[in-house]
């Protein structure tokens, strides 16, 4: 008795009752027989049990027998012919599927697989086959950490570092256990996962696996050229920034001090003294200097305005001054003729030619004159100390102007000095950090998912990447090495799992 599937039933059943193939006609079994195997198809797939049921021996030759009739014709007996099958073979698994494979294509954990089945069946006597897929059994399946995968109806198989032929001959074997029947697999990588860079290097980050790929491959996308030492090349770098950055600085303080000095001397043009034009524009640009000399005579126009202010000042007070002398002198001469008078008066009282009163009057224009020129001194004293204030301010404000301008000088010239000692360490440590192509000094560490665990170890940089690494960087330290080597979760080499 052969086993009873009810995919197959559907398959052979599909066929006979399309009465065609490709190659030619088929006889149809009596109805009686096909309602039959159809009530028993139903219940097996109502009561859902998987137990093999039994049915007569050559049922498929039974149902499906070629004959020479046409389509249309209705054959000449309904009588069943059967037909012998011949024993199925069991696929066959590859010599040395049993050990994993150290092929570069090898299924890696977290790998997207596409699994296509494919079921052959017989067609009665005459030998032919057809070959059909299964799309209940097919579909995209991604390896677990465990490094197995779940394949329907079988459940799950190893799958990681097993070659893409071991694993399709072991699907197929499963498969063909489950269905008892002639079973081809074919498994595809349509996605793996990125390998991830960590540590001193330019570019951290993921990049796609390529079949081959290697560390120091890994490396030079990640931005490290010919195995140098990244964090020695990012110091260069720095090193080199901060020399043009302290360069530029003794530059600009340079100039403001040539700036400063033309001020100094009431310049409007400032003197590259040791320097060619061309290199402080280059070093700071034009637009630099521009500014710098655009600055130095707005200071002088400044300067000019204010001492203009104070020139015009003294000159109205030395008006003001002259006026006031003037008026004095005038005062002085009516005072004068007013003496006179009052003299000559008082003798014409005396011989009672004029009255008191007249004397008295008098007396009155003469107090009168005596108080408008004490008034007059007191406005050419005022005048006079106005014109010695505003002296003493211009004198002060340009004292102040040169002591502030002989600070900035001062103080130019000690920033200089600091910024000219920090270039000077600077270019030291720049020679000092020449490039090398020697890697040696870089250490290499590989976190490689495995089934199960982490398992990471150092490597080099011919060392092939898997999907899924992820590589660390360091600058590495020989003492930190030795020991590292020494303890046993740390290998050289990655460990075959």
Same mark, same amino acid.
């Given at each position: 008795?052969?086993?009873?599937?009810?995919?197959?039933?559907?398959?052979?059943?599909?066929?006979?009752?399309?009465?065609?193939?490709?190659?030619?006609?088929?006889?149809?079994?009596?109805?009686?027989?096909?309602?039959?195997?159809?009530?028993?198809?139903?219940?097996?797939?109502?009561?859902?049990?998987?137990?093999?049921?039994?049915?007569?021996?050559?049922?498929?030759?039974?149902?499906?027998?070629?004959?020479?009739?046409?389509?249309? &014709?209705?054959?000449?007996?309904?009588?069943?012919?059967?037909?012998?099958?011949?024993?199925?073979?069991?696929?066959?698994?590859?010599?040395?599927?049993?050990?994993?494979?150290?092929?570069?294509?090898?299924?890696?954990?977290?790998?997207?697989?596409?699994?296509?089945?494919?079921?052959?069946?017989?067609?009665?006597?005459?030998?032919?086959?057809?070959?059909?897929?299964?799309?209940?059994?097919?579909?995209?399946?991604?390896?677990?950490?465990?490094?197995?995968?779940?394949?329907?109806?079988?459940?799950?198989?190893?799958?990681?570092?097993?070659?893409?032929?071991?694993?399709?001959?072991?699907?197929?074997?499963?498969?063909?256990?489950?269905?008892?029947?002639?079973?081809?697999?074919?498994?595809?990588?349509?996605?793996?996962?990125?390998?991830?860079?960590?540590?001193?290097?330019?570019?951290?980050?993921?990049?796609?696996?390529?079949?081959?790929?290697?560390?120091?491959?890994?490396?030079?996308?990640?931005?490290? %050229?010919?195995?140098?030492?990244?964090?020695?090349?990012? %110091?260069?770098?720095?090193?080199?920034?901060?020399?043009?950055?302290?360069?530029?600085?003794?530059?600009?303080? *340079?100039?403001?001090?040539?700036?400063?000095?033309?001020?100094?001397?009431?310049?409007?043009?400032?003197?590259?003294?040791?320097?060619?034009?061309?290199?402080?524009?280059?070093?700071?640009?034009?637009?630099?200097?521009?500014?710098?000399?655009?600055?130095?005579?707005?200071?002088?126009?400044?300067?000019?305005?204010?001492?203009?202010?104070?020139?015009?000042?003294?000159?109205?007070?030395?008006?003001?001054?002259?006026?006031?002398?003037?008026?004095?002198?005038?005062?002085?001469?009516?005072?004068?003729?007013?003496?006179? /008078?009052?003299?000559?008066?008082?003798?014409?009282?005396?011989?009672?030619?004029?009255?008191?009163?007249?004397?008295?009057?008098?007396?009155?224009?003469?107090?009168?004159?005596?108080?408008?020129?004490?008034?007059? *001194?007191?406005?050419?004293? %005022?005048?006079?100390?106005?014109?010695?204030?505003? &002296?003493?301010?211009?004198?002060?404000?340009?004292?102040?102007? %040169?002591?502030?301008?002989?600070?900035?000088?001062?103080?130019?010239?000690?920033?200089?000095?600091?910024?000219?000692?920090?270039?000077?360490?600077?270019?030291?440590?720049?020679?000092?950090?020449?490039?090398?192509?020697?890697?040696?000094?870089?250490?290499?560490?590989?976190?490689?998912?495995?089934?199960?665990?982490?398992?990471?170890?150092?490597?080099?940089?011919?060392?092939?990447?898997?999907?899924?690494?992820?590589?660390?960087?360091?600058?590495?330290?020989?003492?930190?090495?030795?020991?590292?080597?020494?303890?046993?979760? *740390?290998?050289?080499?990655?460990?075959? /799992?």
């Amino acid at each position: 008795m052969s086993k009873f599937h009810p995919f197959r039933a559907v398959a052979v059943l599909s066929l006979g009752i399309a009465g065609v193939t490709a190659f030619g006609a088929v006889q149809v079994s009596p109805q009686g027989q096909v309602d039959r195997i159809l009530q028993q198809l139903k219940a097996s797939l109502e009561t859902g049990h998987s137990e093999p049921e039994t049915l007569p021996p050559d049922f498929a030759g039974a149902l499906l027998t070629p004959t020479s009739l046409q389509v249309g &014709e209705t054959p000449a007996t309904s009588e069943i012919v059967p037909v012998a099958l011949e024993p199925l073979e069991p696929p066959e698994i590859p010599a040395g599927c049993s050990k994993p494979a150290a092929a570069l294509d090898a299924i890696a954990v977290g790998d997207t697989l596409r699994l296509q089945v494919f079921e052959r069946s017989s067609l009665a006597e005459s030998g032919q086959s057809i070959a059909f897929e299964r799309l209940d059994l097919g579909g995209n399946f991604i390896v677990a950490s465990d490094g197995t995968t779940a394949i329907p109806l079988v459940g799950r198989l190893v799958a990681a570092e097993r070659s893409l032929p071991c694993f399709e001959a072991e699907v197929a074997r499963a498969l063909f256990d489950e269905l008892n029947s002639s079973v081809q697999a074919t498994v595809g990588i349509t996605a793996r996962q990125p390998v991830i860079v960590e540590g001193t290097v330019p570019r951290p980050g993921t990049y796609t696996h390529s079949p081959g790929m290697t560390v120091e491959r890994l490396l030079s996308l990640a931005g490290v %050229q010919g195995g140098e030492d990244p964090a020695l090349a990012r %110091q260069r770098q720095m090193v080199a920034s901060r020399v043009v950055e302290l360069e530029r600085a003794v530059m600009s303080t *340079w100039l403001e001090a040539q700036r400063v000095s033309a001020l100094l001397k009431g310049r409007d043009t400032i003197l590259f003294e040791g320097r060619s034009q061309a290199e402080v524009q280059t070093m700071l640009g034009q637009d630099r200097v521009e500014a710098e000399t655009a600055a130095l005579r707005a200071e002088l126009a400044a300067i000019e305005v204010s001492s203009a202010l104070q020139i015009g000042t003294a000159d109205d007070l030395a008006e003001q001054e002259a006026e006031a002398l003037a008026q004095l002198q005038t005062i002085e001469e009516q005072l004068s003729l007013l003496k006179q /008078r009052h003299e000559n008066i008082m003798g014409l009282q005396e011989q009672g030619v004029v009255s008191a009163s007249k004397l008295d009057e008098v007396a009155a224009n003469l107090m009168a004159v005596e108080r408008a020129r004490f008034d007059m *001194w007191a406005r050419i004293a %005022q005048i006079q100390s106005a014109q010695r204030s505003i &002296e003493r301010e211009a004198s002060m404000e340009e004292a102040r102007r %040169q002591e502030l301008l002989t600070r900035q000088l001062r103080d130019l010239a000690e920033e200089r000095n600091l910024l000219e000692g920090q270039l000077a360490s600077a270019q030291g440590e720049q020679a000092l950090l020449v490039p090398t192509s020697d890697a040696s000094h870089l250490s290499v560490r590989i976190t490689r998912p495995g089934q199960g665990k982490m398992a990471p170890f150092i490597a080099s940089l011919t060392t092939t990447l898997r999907p899924g690494d992820v590589v660390e960087i360091a600058t590495r330290d020989p003492l930190d090495l030795m020991e590292l080597a020494g303890k046993a979760r *740390w290998v050289f080499e990655p460990e075959v /799992r």
